[in-house]
């Protein structure tokens, strides 16, 4: 039952479009069921009805006919319930509703099981027969089984297709149904998606279509004989090593060459109009997923060597391509598999409006780096069909981390207005660029810019800071191919302190590990947030901390505007290593007749242990910084990457603002100054909380810095008082949130509401 399963799991996820998927689900489920009918109904919110999509048992003319409320009948009923029904004799049951011309009027037994993705209802699965018997209890697993995998398949699957035939011309343009991701920098992008992908990443390949069919054909079959040109030479040199029966994988390769399985396929569906590379895409994957699919295993290994094949094509076809400079569009929204910091680079900075990739996070470098220059972004995307996007229009909702294709005019309206009231407010919060962040009732709480790219210099300094809150010293470090030395490093620290002298700098000590890795230093662990990541790869590795414990100092001679910052503090053992260590660096330095004046330390606070012992680190330190990113996955064990947990990943939880009221008077009571460097320091709502809870300064992405000075000059800390105090009382983090809306509004700050979604 388990490769029946995965078998028609891996045939739906291959499938072309929605229809080609629903198809397959009915045909192979009626059969692997030995059932006399296996239909798919699937939910139009629209028009809150249940559509019959596909059947294989019911008349075909009763597809896209059959429509019921959402409230009647048994699949209504199966939606309400969102639990299977398994009826003896449906036509007897009180919900049961007859559809002329359907012919289910034969059949007897009833199993309905909903399908759920993400908890939305999408449709519901049904098998029917002719008997008046139950389904056995096997029999209903296997269909919920089945419900529970294929949700995200038909999810897929309707991403890539659009849905056709579900509410007429409604739903037919995706862009009334929003893909979701997580926002990755703010703002919002009406644009043409340019996909970029990397050279050996055979999924990412967008179709494209083609002018001279001829050409194209010619290039490909060049790229076929020149493959076939290396891999008989690799076989030549093989002959004296390999013995002849594993020789023989390099005999399939120019079997599968030489045979018209793959390169007929891909001929034709040039012909068809797709570019190369793009048919190349389509037939290899479709070889794999056979592959894939077999029940051999030494059968099922084959996709490897198609996968492999496919490559080797695809770089000869890459290789062939004229090296023309890439044109891109006026607003170019890059959307990719994974878009790099290199790729976002190649765009003309005046065309870039906006980036989509469908893996990485809020955190990935490319994230960081889009938000350092402006340019809205979505990550993580899942369901995100890069192979059609290129060409296609877009809308990136950086804000809200959602993506609209093909928006349809309705959106696309709402989303110019938007375009329109941020101007209009971008225009006001430059006005505020060179006045203090001080509040009506006189507090001043510096704003300070979270960096980690010399890239960022500009913007950071545009956006009226006051300094560098936290530079991440990471991704100096990820953009080489060895850990750089201390040379290096003190050229990169001292070019940052020095571009923003007097004004102070926080450079955080190395925070690699968790989902921040290094090409050079791999770690390989099943829980990579629990396990070897910041302090603790310092502490365990000296010569690596102190080298770049010294370049730091070193770069603060003279400036003194440095603050040194160490991350995933968990224990005051760990601060007092790390302090000995400082000290035993400075040393040093001084020994060699230097004169550096020791910088003010702080620790992060972005661990839950670090809250409970807030005061014994404050002793130890000269200032606390709050990491709400962290702080916030591990409070709520909610994975800060995890799309599929995001929902539950919110700063403005009651229990992550207890745990933060707490750190802040932990702090007061050691006289420790406090500030908060995570993402919620830049969202203008949680920054009332932060102002009411008597925090000291804010550091956040450039980007958001305005609209976070607009706030601290518009409330005095009293009403933030109060209004933390109040927000302390409800019991959800969206009733937090609307009431913090609600206060932004009456200040007449509505613009900031949409901002902070
Ligand atoms: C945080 O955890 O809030 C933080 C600022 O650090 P990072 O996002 O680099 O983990
Ligand atoms: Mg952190």
Redesign the pocket.
Known sequence: MLNTLRRIVQEVTAARDLDQALDVIVLRVKKAMEVDVCSVYLTDKTHCENVLMATDGLNDEAVGMVRLKNSLGLIGLVGEREEPINLANAPLHPRYQYFPGSGEERYHAFLGVPIIHHRQLQGVLVVQRLTKKHFSEDKVTFLVTIAAQLAGAIAHAEAIGGITGLSGDTRKERGVVPLKGQSGSPGVAIGTAVVNYALANLEAIPDRSVGDVKLEVNLFKTAVKDVRKDIQSMLERMQEVLPAEDRALFDAYLLMLEGEAITGEVIRRIKQGNWASGALRETILEHIHAFDAMEDEYLRERADDVRDLGRRILEKLRSKEPQKPKKFPARTVLVGDEITASMLAEVPIKRLAGVVSKRGSQ?SHVAILARAMGVSAVMGVDELPVSLMDGRSIIVDGYTGRVFINPSRTIREEFKHLLREEAELSKELRELRDKPAITPDNIGIPLYINSGLLADVTPSRKSGAEGVG?Y?TEFPFMVRDRFPGEDEQFQIYRQVLKSFSPAPVTLRTL?VGGDKSLPYFPIEEDNPFLGWRGIRISLDHPEIFLVQLRAMLRASAGLNNMNLLF?MINSVAEVDDALRLLRRAHHELIDTGVSISMPHVGVMI?VPSAVYQVRELARRVNFLSI?????TQYLLAVDRNNARVADLYDSLHPAVLRALQQIVDGAKDEKTPVSV??EMAGDPAAAILLLGMGVDSLSMSAANLPRVKWVIRTFTQRKAHSLLKEALTFEYAHSVRNFLNAALEDAGLGGLVRAGR
Do not use: A, F, M, Q
């Open positions: 955190t936290l991440r925070d991350p972005e990491g709400t990113n962290d702080l460097c995570g």
